[in-house]
């Protein structure tokens, strides 16, 4: 039988031509969507969130002759709950955060190795510099708005419960406290979870390593700290973005954990960026590898 060409009504396509600059805001948006879909993961921590910033609001607004454990660095006397309550809160935030690196993070590039994505980005001219930058926005926006939107809220909420104007001007300064730990945070949770996720090709094995390291291996920098000074510690995520918190706000627990290490804000500094930065290079490493032994490639 002779062959037939068939017209199937081809039309070449005329819609809008975006520049290669913004592939990655398509994979960024890509990111925030998929993680939106089913409640039981970014819906979940939303809820979680608010519920800590209802609960820490309340203890400001009720709360306003009640100590807590933390101490003023200055004078050592005890703080009113009004004032101790942003930073207590900003703990509770990350193990919010956690939560979604569980859910997102941790799994978002194993995921696509182990269900070939990344043949299909990069097959379309998607250049691992768009992926790479699309999946850190991502996931630090999903983040951001958990641990750098819910302590400016608090913070607000402190400038609310001001008796005067002048008391209003003098607690100005934790709007800006408030947002560089919020950022330090969202550095930590948003860069190193994505580092495991590069690491290996398996999702569930990612989401352990991540959470191995996170759990096992940050209780025991907090014990050798315990015993050996607070700058190990530091090693330990968590202990890192709160040291630095209290610091930033004037304060330092009178007693339990931390009581007896001082205050190793450099170390604590020193920890988030090199883990920071020692994340982001792991996931372009692994990243630029897939993409030159896929199929296609984009310059």
Same mark, same amino acid.
């Given at each position: ?12 396509? #005329? ?11 398509? =994979? ?22 608010? =519920? ?15 100590m807590s454990r933390l101490a ?31 859910? =997102? ?20 001219s998607v250049r691992p510099r768009?992926? #790479? ?25 402190? +400038?609310? #419960? ?18 560089? #730990? ?86 604590? +500094? ?11 290079? =792991? ?17």
């Open positions: 039988m002779t062959g037939r060409i068939h017209d199937l009504g081809y039309q070449r396509y #005329v819609g809008t031509r975006r520049p290669p600059s913004t592939r990655w805001i398509v =994979i960024m948006r890509h990111q925030i969507a998929t993680a939106w879909k089913t409640w039981w993961r970014y819906k979940t921590a939303i809820a979680l969130a608010v =519920i800590v910033t209802f609960v820490f609001g309340g203890y400001m607004y009720f709360s306003s002759e009640a003023t660095l200055g004078g050592g006397g005890l703080l009113k709950w009004v004032d101790a309550a942003l930073p207590q809160a900003i703990e509770n935030y990350c193990r919010v955060a956690f939560y979604v690196t569980l859910t =997102i993070g941790a799994g978002a590039i194993a995921g696509d190795v182990q269900t070939g994505a990344f043949t299909f980005y990069f097959a379309r768009d992926y #790479v930058l699309g999946k850190l926005v991502g996931f630090a926006t999903l983040v951001g708005a958990i641990t750098i939107g819910g302590p400016l809220v608090l913070a607000l909420i402190r +400038l609310g #419960v001001c008796d005067s104007w002048d008391e209003v001007v003098a607690h100005l300064s934790i709007v800006p406290e408030a947002l560089a #730990v919020g950022v330090l945070a969202t550095l930590v949770y948003a860069t190193v979870p994505l580092a495991f996720s590069a690491l290996v090709p398996n999702r569930r094995t990612a989401l352990a390593l991540w959470a191995a390291y996170y759990l096992v291996f940050g209780a025991i920098a907090q014990r050798v700290g315990a015993t050996s000074g607070g700058e190990y510690a530091m090693i330990d995520l968590l202990a890192a973005v709160r040291t630095v918190g209290y610091h930033l706000f004037g304060i330092a627990p009178a007693r339990g954990w931390g009581s007896h290490w001082g205050q190793p804000v450099g170390a604590a +500094l020193v920890s988030i960026g090199i883990h920071s930065a020692l994340a982001i290079s =792991i996931v372009w490493w692994r990243v630029t590898g897939a993409q030159k032994a896929g199929v296609g490639g984009a310059s």
